[in-house]
C-alpha cells in the first residue's frame, strides 16, 4: 500500500436502522481533505455538528462505541471505523441523519462494498504513522482484559476471546495486514449470548435487532415460552434452537467467527487514536471498553512521539547565529521589552530563537512576585518577535521597518514557565511571505516540552508609514 493519504472519489450512502434505535438512518460516506481523518457530522441536528473520532471524546462502550461532543452523540460507530481502517481510507467525512449508525448485518462488509463503490482516491500528502520503539501494555483485572501493542512494520492484530462458555470455548484470529481485513474479517458478524440479549429486550434496547445481524449463542436449554416471546419479538415463526449452539442453527461464515469480530472491533476502535498505525496488538477478551482504553493510551503516546520528533534538536550551548547585539539591528525593541536572547538557526522558512528566563525580570516585579510565572502575552510576544526576525531579514535595511500584529489564532498555553526555564521558539511558514506579509505558526518548548503553542499574521511596515497603519493593528 502507498504511503500517500487516501481519500473516496465521491459521496456514497447507505440505508438501515440503528441496532438499539430501531430507527431509520442515511449514513454517507463524503470525500476529505488531507490531514482530515475521520469526522461524523449529524446532518439531523441544527447547526450540523461535527464530532471527531476521538478516543477522548469516547462517553459510553456499553452496548458499542460511543462519541459525545457539546452534548451530541454517535452510537455504534465501530463497524464504519473499521470499514474505512481495513480499506486503508484516510480521511472521510461521514454524515448521519441520526444518532446511530446503521448495524445493516452486523458486520462491516456492507460499509465495505460502498466505500468501494466510491472509489479510492490517493492524495498527496503522505501518512504520518504512529510506530512503536518499545511494547505498550494494558491491562483490566475486573474484566480480564489483557492488551500489548509491540512494534511491527504494519498494522497486525492478534486476538483470543474466552469467556467461560462451553458453546463458544477458546477461539484465536489474527489478521498480518490490513489488506487480509475486507475478506477474512469484514463480513464477521456481532455475537451476543442468550443471556444477554434477555436482559437488552428487558430494557427496551435492540429494537433493531434482528436475527439476521447478529450471532446469538446459546449456552443452556430454552423452554419453549422463551422460544414463543422471541419469534413474537423478531417476528420469526420458525426461531428454534436445538440443545446448545446457535440461535435458529445460524450458519456461521468462519468457525471462529466471533473472535474475528471481536478484532473486527478492535480495528474500529483503534481508529480512534487518529492516526494509522504500524503495530501488532495482541489482545485477550477484548471489549470496547478495554479497547478505547488502550487507544487512549496509544493516542497520548503518539502525541508524545510527535512533540519530541517536532522538538527542535538545537545544541544551546553552542554558538548563536545571531546573538542578542545582531537581534537589536534587526528588531526595534530594548529592554525591559526585548524578550529574545539568541537566534540560533534561521531560514526562509522558518527561525528558532531563545529566551532565557530570569529572576530579574522586570514583569516579575509585579506579575505574581511571589510565584513568579512569565505572563502568557509576553511568551507570544516573544514568539512574534522570534518571527519579526525571520520576516525583517527579508529586507535590505530592517531598522527602518516594524512589525505589527494582523492576526492570532489558536493560542495554547500547555505548562507555566517561570525562571530558570529556557524557552525555544520554533516557527515556521505557513504560507509564503507576500508583501511584507508573514503568516507564521510557532510553538514554544521547555525540556523539550511544549509549553505554548499560536498561529500568528504579522505585517512590515516602513517606518516612514507607522502613523498611516490602521488602529486595529498592533505592534508585535
Known amino acids: 500500500m502507498s504511503d500517500k ?34 469526522k461524523f457530522q449529524r446532518v439531523d441536528v441544527e447547526g450540523h455538528p461535527i464530532i471527531d473520532a476521538d478516543a477522548d471524546l469516547v462517553v459510553d462502550t456499553s452496548r458499542g462505541t460511543t462519541l459525545e461532543k457539546n452534548g451530541v452523540r454517535v452510537h455504534t460507530t465501530e463497524h464504519v471505523l473499521a470499514a474505512l481502517m481495513g480499506l486503508g481510507i484516510d480521511n472521510c467525512l461521514i454524515q448521519v441523519t441520526g444518532p446511530e449508525m446503521p448495524i445493516m ?20 500528502a503522505l501518512r504520518d504513522y504512529f510506530e512503536l520503539t518499545e511494547n505498550l501494555t494494558f491491562e483490566d483485572p475486573v474484566k480480564r482484559v489483557e492488551m500489548l501493542a509491540v512494534p511491527q512494520d504494519e498494522f497486525r492484530v492478534t486476538v483470543m476471546v474466552d469467556y467461560g462458555s462451553e458453546v463458544l470455548g477458546t ?30 429486550l428487558a430494557h427496551n434496547l ?39 449452539g446457535v440461535l435458529n442453527n445460524t450458519k456461521l461464515h468462519f468457525y471462529n467467527e466471533p473472535a474475528r469480530h471481536k478484532l473486527l472491533d478492535i480495528v474500529g476502535d483503534l481508529a480512534l487514536v487518529g492516526r494509522p498505525m504500524k503495530i501488532h496488538v495482541l489482545a485477550a477478551r477484548p471489549g470496547h471498553a478495554g479497547n478505547v482504553d488502550f487507544a487512549k493510551k496509544l493516542k497520548a503516546l503518539a502525541k508524545k512521539q510527535k512533540a519530541e520528533k517536532d522538538y527542535p534538536k538545537v545544541d544551546l550551548n553552542g554558538p548563536a547565529l545571531l ?29 528558532i530563537g531563545v529566551k532565557n528566563v530570569t529572576l530579574n525580570e522586570e514583569f516579575f516585579k509585579g506579575h505574581f512576585p511571589d510565584f513568579p510565572v512569565m505572563p502568557g502575552v509576553l511568551l507570544i510576544e516573544a514568539m512574534a518577535q522570534c518571527g519579526g526576525v525571520l520576516v525583517l531579514k527579508t529586507v535590505p535595511d530592517p531598522e527602518n521597518y516594524l512589525t505589527y500584529f494582523i492576526k492570532i489564532d489558536g493560542v495554547k498555553f500547555r505548562q507555566q514557565v517561570v525562571p530558570g526555564d529556557t524557552v525555544v521558539f520554533s516557527l515556521n511558514l505557513v504560507t ?8 507564521m505558526r510557532g510553538v514554544a518548548y521547555v525540556q523539550n516540552k511544549p509549553v ?25
Not at 493519504?5 to 440505508?15: D, E, F, N, P
Not at 448485518?105 to 498527496?124: P, R, V, W, Y
Open 323 to 351: 546573538n542578542v547585539q545582531d537581534i537589536m539591528k534587526i528588531l526595534p525593541h530594548r529592554q525591559p521589552m526585548l524578550l529574545v536572547d539568541k537566534i540560533m538557526e534561521l531560514s526562509p522558512q522558518h527561525v
Open 432 to 439: 509564503p511571505i507576500r508583501r511584507g506579509i508573514c503568516h
Open 452 to 476: 505554548m503553542e499560536a498561529e500568528m499574521m504579522a505585517q512590515i511596515v516602513k517606518v516612514k508609514n507607522v502613523e498611516a497603519k490602521t488602529p486595529e493593528a498592533q505592534l508585535a
Open 206 to 244: 435492540i429494537k433493531g435487532g434482528d436475527l439476521d445481524n447478529a450471532i446469538v449463542l446459546v449456552d443452556s436449554e430454552l423452554p419453549e415460552e422463551k422460544l414463543n416471546h422471541l419469534r413474537k419479538v423478531f417476528n420469526k415463526p420458525n426461531v428454534e434452537v436445538k440443545g446448545r
Open 171 to 200: 477461539q484465536h484470529a489474527s489478521m498480518y495486514n490490513l489488506g487480509e481485513f475486507k475478506k477474512e474479517i469484514s463480513p464477521c458478524r456481532t455475537f451476543v449470548f442468550l443471556r444477554e440479549l434477555e436482559t437488552l
Open 105 to 124: 448485518d452486523g458486520s462491516s462488509i456492507k460499509f465495505i462494498e460502498i466505500l468501494e463503490t466510491a472509489g479510492i482516491l490517493e492524495q498527496e
Open 5 to 38: 493519504q487516501r481519500t473516496i472519489k465521491k459521496a456514497v450512502s447507505v440505508s438501515g436502522v440503528g441496532l438499539h434505535t430501531g430507527k431509520p438512518v442515511t449514513l454517507t460516506f463524503n470525500p476529505a481533505p488531507e490531514n482530515h481523518w475521520y
